[in-house]
C-alpha cells in the first residue's frame, strides 16, 4: 500500500476490509445501526454496537472517569457521578474524574500508571477519539495509530483489574475555529469520527469489555432536536457552540451512553396505592410512613434523577433527556395507583400538580419524568454541589499538582497531601445524601 493511498480519506465501514482482517474470527457476518431515511445519514454505515448486557457495577466499585477535553468539561462525569450517588446509593460506588484537555489515547496510555491506576480503579469509563481524529478525513496509518494504543490503554485497565467501558467519540456539529485547513469538510471529520468508534466496537468485542455508543446517538439526536428544537437565528448546537464540546444537552446524551453500557435497569423505585383497601406499599429504597385521606407520606433514601431546564435548550438537562429515553431507562420512580373510583385525579408531589386519568394511574406513571420539578430537587443540587467541587479539585489535583513542580519533587508527598484535601471533598457528597421525606396526594377531578 503506498503511503498516498493510505492518507486517503475512506468512507465509515469501508475500512472494515482492512483493519477487520485480525479479528475476522471473532466477527461474524456484519450488522448495521439502523438509520433514519433522510438523505443526512446516507454516508454513513456504522457498525451495529453491542447489547449494553447486565449490572456491570458492583458494591463499592471505584470508577475511574477517563478523558480528553470534553471528559475534562465535568459535565457528562457529574451526571454520571451524581446518578450513581443518588439514584443507586446502594451500590456504594466512589468516583475520580481524570480529564484532560488536548488528550489522545496515546497521551493518557504514558500517564495512566501515575494518574490512574494508583488509586486502583475497579471501573474505568474511557472516551477518546475527537483528538485522535486530527481533525481531518480519515487515514489508515492514523487509524491504525488510534487503535493501538486504545487497546492499550483497555488492556492496562484490565491488567490491573479494572473492568472498562470503552466509549467512542462523540460527533461535531461544526467545524471547529481551531482548523485551519480548507481540505476538509463536516461530512469527512464526521465520517473520521464514525469509523473510529467501528474500531472501537471491535476493540470492546476482542476484548469482553462494554461498549458506550457515543457518536451515533448523539449524530442522530442532533439531526433529531436540529429539526425540533431549532429556531430562526438559533440553532440546537448538540455538540456545543465549538462544534466539539457540548452543553448540558450533549452532555445527558454521553452520560446516558455510559450509564446504558453499564447495564443499569432505571428501576428506582415503585409506590403502590390500592384505594379500594385502602394500603400504600413501596419497593427498596422508600419507606411509607403514613397513608391517609388519600395521602401517602414516604421516605426515601434513592433519589429519582433530577434534571431541570428549557427542554428546548442546547444547554439544558432536560432538553439532553428528549433525545434519547434517558427516563424511560434509567429513571423510572413510578406511582401506581389500583382500584380508583373516579375517572381522572390530580397528583400533588411537592409544588407540582399533574391530572392523569384512573387508567393511566392503574398502568403506572413515572414522577421522575412529569415532574419536573419534584422534592427531591433541591437536595439532588446538594450532591450535585458536592460532586462538581470535589471533580474540580480533582483536575487540580492531577494537572496542576501531580504535574507541577510538587509532583515533580516528590510524587509521594504529592499524593499523600492531596488526597488529604479530597477527603472531605468526597465525604461532603456522602453526607449531602440524607433522607427525602416527601408526601404524594391524590385528588379526585369531578
Keep these: ?21 485480525r479479528t475476522a474470527p471473532l466477527i461474524g457476518a456484519l450488522e448495521y445501526e439502523p438509520k433514519p431515511a433522510d438523505p443526512y445519514f446516507d454516508k454513513f454505515n456504522p457498525m451495529k454496537a453491542p447489547a449494553p448486557g447486565p449490572l456491570l457495577l458492583q458494591s463499592g466499585d471505584r470508577l475511574a472517569i477517563i478523558g480528553d477535553s470534553i471528559t475534562e468539561q465535568k459535565m457528562y462525569s457529574r451526571i454520571l457521578e451524581d446518578y450513581l450517588t443518588a439514584c443507586v446509593p446502594e451500590l456504594k460506588i466512589t468516583v475520580r474524574q481524570l480529564g484532560w484537555s488536548g488528550e489522545t489515547a496515546e497521551n493518557f496510555r504514558k500517564r495512566m500508571k501515575s494518574d490512574c491506576l494508583r488509586f486502583q480503579p475497579t471501573v474505568a469509563t474511557l472516551c477518546y477519539g475527537m483528538n485522535d481524529c486530527r481533525y481531518r478525513p480519515y487515514d489508515l496509518v492514523n487509524g491504525e495509530w488510534y487503535r493501538s494504543n486504545y487497546l492499550a490503554v483497555a488492556l492496562g485497565l484490565k491488567a490491573a483489574g479494572a473492568r472498562v467501558v470503552l466509549g467512542s467519540p462523540g460527533c461535531t456539529g461544526k467545524m471547529p475555529a481551531w482548523i485551519k485547513t480548507k481540505n476538509t469538510t463536516l461530512d469527512e471529520l464526521n465520517l473520521n469520527l464514525c469509523t473510529l468508534r467501528d474500531i472501537d466496537v471491535q476493540i470492546a468485542q476482542s476484548e469482553k469489555v462494554r461498549f458506550a455508543d457515543v457518536f451515533w446517538p448523539m449524530y442522530e439526536a442532533g439531526f433529531a432536536a436540529q429539526a425540533k428544537y431549532a429556531q430562526p437565528g438559533k440553532p440546537y448546537e448538540i455538540c456545543g457552540h465549538d462544534g466539539v464540546h457540548p452543553g448540558w444537552a450533549g452532555h445527558v446524551v454521553m452520560a446516558y451512553a455510559f450509564l446504558r453500557a453499564m447495564g443499569l435497569d432505571g428501576d428506582l423505585g415503585v409506590i403502590r396505592v390500592d384505594l379500594e383497601a385502602n394500603t400504600a406499599t413501596a419497593t427498596s429504597g422508600h419507606t411509607i410512613t403514613g397513608f391517609a385521606n388519600q395521602e401517602v407520606t414516604v421516605v426515601s433514601t434513592r433519589y429519582p434523577f433530577c434534571a431541570e431546564g428549557a427542554v428546548a435548550s442546547d444547554q439544558s438537562l432536560r432538553s439532553g433527556t428528549t433525545l434519547v429515553p434517558f427516563f424511560k431507562d ?29 387508567t393511566q394511574l392503574a398502568d403506572g406513571v413515572n414522577l421522575a419524568e412529569d415532574f419536573v420539578t419534584n422534592p427531591f430537587t433541591a437536595q439532588f443540587h446538594k450532591v450535585d454541589d458536592a460532586v462538581a467541587a470535589k471533580q474540580a479539585y480533582e483536575t487540580t489535583q492531577i494537572k496542576k499538582i501531580f504535574h507541577g513542580p510538587e509532583g515533580k519533587a516528590d510524587i509521594t508527598k504529592a499524593v499523600a497531601d492531596t488526597e488529604a484535601v479530597r477527603a472531605p471533598l468526597a465525604a461532603a457528597i456522602a453526607d449531602a445524601m440524607v433522607p427525602v421525606t416527601h408526601t404524594i396526594r391524590l385528588v379526585a377531578v369531578p
Design 330 to 358: 434509567l429513571s423510572r420512580f413510578q406511582l401506581v395507583v389500583t382500584h380508583a373510583p373516579a375517572a381522572n385525579y390530580q397528583v400533588i408531589w411537592g409544588v407540582t400538580t399533574n391530572t392523569y386519568s384512573a
Design 1 to 21: 500500500m503506498n503511503s498516498r493511498f493510505a492518507r486517503r480519506w475512506l468512507p465509515a465501514g469501508l475500512i472494515l476490509v482492512v483493519l477487520f482482517l
